[in-house]
């Protein structure tokens, strides 16, 4: 398995707040990355997807990524509290094949 | 978004028998599938990739005669967990791609439980 390390959490913002995401992967010839959320028992979503150096944005969310460091983040803004959930960093180096970090718990406080 | 299916939801089965697990893509022709199992509070760990009318490409530590993937048509993959144990209980997904489309869509999962 390739790494795909994120900071498992808790992770606790207030509403309205900006709620940071940080991944870290181990393999430079990785080439996509993605981030999903998971809300309990349920499978992942996808939220966002970034190839290239630089930020990416969609509506509150933000996705960085920064390939020299092997860093890719994702910026939620004006955090809600159905935002609370997990998120899953993914990584993929061929193309054809996916590995997931462990995920970021995300509590919004209302 | 594209929708994959996944059947069934949950299944609770003894020790020693097998469990077929399956995926169908309903809206695209998935080329590729994506076999996951995920513990409680842990990551998806892939077990293996499917391509379409060959054979599943098994990740390192994955039993293949265990775990038995089959991809016979574009929307269709099965995964059956043979003569299963209790440490085989665990939450299993798959996903699915569109040709060289990197979005992946997910199925909602399978929970299985084996006593």
């Known amino acids: 398995q390739k790494e795909v390390e994120q900071n498992s959490g808790p992770l606790s913002v207030p509403e309205g707040a900006i709620a940071s995401l940080n991944c870290t992967y181990s393999?430079?010839?990785?080439?996509?990355f993605f981030w999903y959320r998971q809300y309990s028992g349920k499978s992942p979503e996808l939220i966002m997807f970034i190839y290239s150096n630089g930020d990416k944005e969609d509506g509150r969310f933000t996705a960085q990524l920064n390939k020299a460091s092997q860093y890719v983040s994702l910026l939620i803004r004006d955090s809600q509290p159905s935002d609370s959930a997990t998120y899953l960093c993914?990584?993929?180096?061929?193309?054809?094949?996916?590995?997931f970090g462990t995920g970021t718990s995300l509590t919004v406080i209302p | 978004g594209a929708v994959v299916s996944q059947h069934p939801s949950w299944v609770i089965c003894k020790s020693g028998t097998s469990v077929k697990i399956e995926c169908r893509s309903l809206d695209f022709q998935a080329t590729t599938m994506f076999w996951y199992r995920q513990f409680p509070k842990q990551s998806l760990m892939l077990m293996a990739t499917?391509?379409?009318?060959?054979?599943?490409?098994?990740e390192q530590g994955v039993e293949k005669d265990k775990f038995l993937i089959n991809h016979a048509s574009l929307t269709l993959s099965t995964l059956t967990v043979t003569s299963a144990h209790p440490e085989d209980s665990s939450f299993y997904i798959c996903?699915?791609?569109?040709?060289?489309?990197?979005?992946?869509?997910f199925g909602s999962g399978t929970q299985l439980s084996v006593l």
């Open positions: 996903s699915a791609r569109e040709g060289l489309n990197e979005k992946l869509f």
């Open positions: 393999d430079r010839g990785s080439q996509s």
């Open positions: 499917s391509n379409e009318g060959s054979k599943a490409t098994y």
């Open positions: 993914a990584v993929s180096v061929t193309g054809n094949q996916f590995y």
